[in-house]
């Protein structure tokens, strides 16, 4: 089946304790995104890859790191968590200009 | 990007058909119309998109006006199922940052047995 996977699903942390954010999809997709979804500001990107070792800026980078090793995966890095990171976080996927596919989310509370 | 203008909310009656409105007049003439979907908080899922014809799939149809100012989906029989978030999006083509997707508020439709 085809999907995007996102781990953990659910995270409640601590401030400035680094997490990762593992993100997978096996549609082959060159493009790959991160967005965030907070009550009111609706969904906004993080940050976005081209394809492997291609990555970019999007709306709401800061405090936030990616890496792009593989074409399959697209992990979100938190390496110093902090409270207004609270959120609940979307990886997408799609071909170059073509239709994005989302993963289920992942809800995570910094305390 | 253009923006999009829709209804907070509706609601239908299961069976029935839902026709969601959404207006964007300053689409550009190479931007098209995306409508995704949300049910309460799960992750967005495409529905539909058109650029200028009307657009059918298993999932739905989309009529677009033919100044293209405006645009409506329709769930041709609601089911319970259907009650999410409707997200009306213009995108240009190409990739890169053109890929990003610029969600609103959406429509929140409530189907009611």
């Known amino acids: 089946e085809a999907q995007v996977t996102q781990n953990p699903r659910y995270l409640i942390t601590v401030t400035g304790k680094k997490l990762t954010v593992t993100c997978s999809q096996n549609?082959?997709?060159?493009?790959m995104s991160w967005y965030r979804q907070d009550p009111g500001l609706g969904l906004r990107q993080i940050y976005y890859?081209?394809?492997?070792?291609?990555?970019d800026k999007g709306d709401v980078p800061e405090g936030y790191k990616v890496s792009r090793k593989e074409k399959r995966n697209f992990p979100l890095i938190l390496e110093s968590p902090s409270p207004n990171q609270t959120s609940l976080y979307f990886c997408?996927?799609?071909?170059?200009?073509?239709?994005?596919?989302f993963g289920p989310g992942t809800r995570l509370t910094v305390l | 990007d253009a923006k999009t203008t829709q209804p907070p909310s509706m609601d239908c009656a299961e069976g029935r058909a839902a026709n969601l409105p959404c207006n964007h007049s300053t689409i550009s003439g190479n931007e098209y119309v995306y409508w995704y979907r949300q049910i309460h908080s799960q992750g967005p899922q495409y529905i539909i998109h058109g650029l200028k014809n009307n657009e059918t799939n298993e999932m739905a149809s989309l009529i677009i006006t033919e100044d293209r100012k405006s645009s409506t989906l329709i769930l041709p029989h609601a089911t319970l199922r259907d009650t999410a978030v409707y997200y009306c999006?213009?995108?240009?083509?190409?990739?890169?940052?053109?890929?990003?997707?610029?969600f609103g508020k959406g429509i929140t439709l409530s189907v009611r047995p």
């Open positions: 890859s081209m394809n492997v070792e291609v990555t």
């Open positions: 999006i213009v995108r240009p083509p190409g990739t890169g940052a053109n890929s990003k997707l610029t």
């Open positions: 997408a996927s799609s071909h170059p200009g073509d239709t994005q596919y």
């Open positions: 549609m082959n997709h060159e493009y």
